[in-house]
């Protein structure tokens, strides 16, 4: 049984994931901003006790980050998956929408997406890489969009959240070249327009089909994968 760790677990894709990777009989690391309000994270718990471990981590603070680490190191030695799923999205949260639109764009709120989409993401792969580098070919999976993607691109809105999208593109995409020297595997994943947190209820997908498709993704990659951006069903995105 494989070691998980999920940031933004405690509720929408993250949180199906960590239920499933559980149901699994994986051990999961269930990171989240405020782990002592999780409370669907606490109610697995009571289910899966000495499987599911909450671990506070905000992706865009290096000290949480680095405490995060500690914690995690100081119940494991070895990860098998990391699973950078946190993130932010216009409409889903307290994001303003009416700032992805040419007239409202400001510096801070690019900055924001940026910050949580694409650098907290890399930071949390660097700092979990001697953890991952224990594990037998272990894998970082994370959470991109179809928005990230610059082929597919064609509404001029969300513009910071298409950026963030494709900026965390750029940076799997480099870091893969370096861990693929560990034996490491990352992708990026699209998961699909899913019918819970940012996707809405209107989206097509529901969250559990996703979800599966992610983890039967991160369970059959093969080294020459290392650095590519799929669907949840694993075809190829066009960058
Ligand atoms: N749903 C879709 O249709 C869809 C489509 C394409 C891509 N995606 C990607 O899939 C991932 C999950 O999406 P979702 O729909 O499940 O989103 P969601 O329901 O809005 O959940 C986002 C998660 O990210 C966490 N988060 C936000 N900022 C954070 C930070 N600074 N540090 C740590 N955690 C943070 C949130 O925690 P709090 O509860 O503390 O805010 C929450 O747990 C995202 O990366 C998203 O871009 C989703």
């Not at 992708?187 to 529901?206: K, R, Y």
């Amino acid at each position: 049984m494989k070691n998980i760790l999920i940031t933004g677990a405690n509720r929408g894709l993250g949180l199906e994931l960590t239920r499933q990777y559980l149901e699994r009989g994986n051990t999961v690391f269930a990171a989240a901003r405020q782990p002592e309000a999780a409370t669907d994270l606490h109610q697995l718990q009571s289910q899966y006790a000495d499987k599911l471990h909450l671990v506070q981590l905000d992706v865009t603070d290096e000290a949480s980050i680095e405490a995060a680490r500690q914690t995690v190191a100081g119940l494991t030695n070895q990860l098998d998956v990391l699973v950078n799923n946190a993130g932010i999205f216009p409409g889903a949260g307290p994001e303003d929408p009416a700032k992805q639109h040419l007239g409202g764009l400001t510096a801070g709120n690019a900055l924001t997406f940026l910050k949580v989409n694409a650098v907290g993401p890399l930071l949390v792969a660097q700092a979990f890489l001697d953890l991952l580098k224990a594990a037998n070919k272990a894998r970082i999976v994370s959470l991109s969009s179809g928005q990230g993607s610059l082929t597919w691109k064609a509404s001029a809105e969300p513009y910071h959240y298409s950026a963030s999208k494709a900026a965390l593109n750029m940076y799997m995409r480099a870091l893969a070249a370096e861990v693929g020297t560990y034996g490491v595997i990352s992708i990026l994943v699209d998961p699909g327009w899913v019918q819970i947190g940012m996707g809405g209820s209107t989206a097509a997908l529901p969250p559990a089909e996703s979800a599966k498709g992610i983890i039967r993704l991160a369970e059959q990659l093969h080294a020459e994968e290392n650095g590519s951006f799929v669907t949840w069903q694993g075809q190829p995105v066009p960058w």
